[in-house]
């Protein structure tokens, strides 16, 4: 089971914890982990738009690398209401924000993912993604 970009996993009786890179950053060396970029900014995107079109309506880009630190629930509960709370899910347009479809199980559902598979092209129709987004440099 992940829990905040660690995984416990058994391996020939011990066990071993499979740490995220950023969720890790203050325990790595610089080379070793993956620190949040300064000018980064998470940015909301509209329903079925894409994080690639959102942080360039913004001025910016999508930073593919930087969906670890915008993929929990503080982040999403600074852009989005989360109405139901968060759960996770894989998909690639997670994280993101289950929106005006009551019907959907992801309906005022902020979403988080625990695997890396997020994509700054995704998109998905009653869902409005949380973007990693940065300067153009």
């Known amino acids: 089971n992940g829990y905040r970009g660690v995984t416990r996993v058994r391996y020939h009786g011990r066990l071993l914890l499979v740490v995220e890179t950023s969720a890790a950053?203050?325990?790595?060396?610089?080379?070793?982990g993956r620190r949040r970029r300064a000018d980064l900014v998470a940015v909301r995107?509209?329903?079925?738009?894409s994080c690639r079109q959102a942080c360039?309506?913004?001025?910016l880009r999508c930073d593919l690398g930087s969906f670890p630190f915008i993929n929990n629930c503080a982040v999403l509960k600074q852009l989005f209401p989360c109405e139901k709370g968060c759960n996770g899910e894989v998909r690639l347009e997670v994280p993101c924000y289950g929106s005006n479809h009551a019907e959907s199980a992801a309906h005022q559902l902020c979403l988080v993912s625990y695997a890396a598979t997020a994509s700054c092209t995704s998109r998905r129709a009653?869902?409005?993604?949380?973007?990693p987004c940065a300067s153009r440099l």
Do not use: M, T, V, Y
């Open 25 to 32: 950053a203050s325990l790595l060396s610089e080379a070793e």
């Open 45 to 49: 995107a509209a329903e079925n738009q």
């Open 56 to 59: 360039e309506l913004a001025g």
């Open 126 to 131: 009653n869902r409005r993604r949380a973007c």
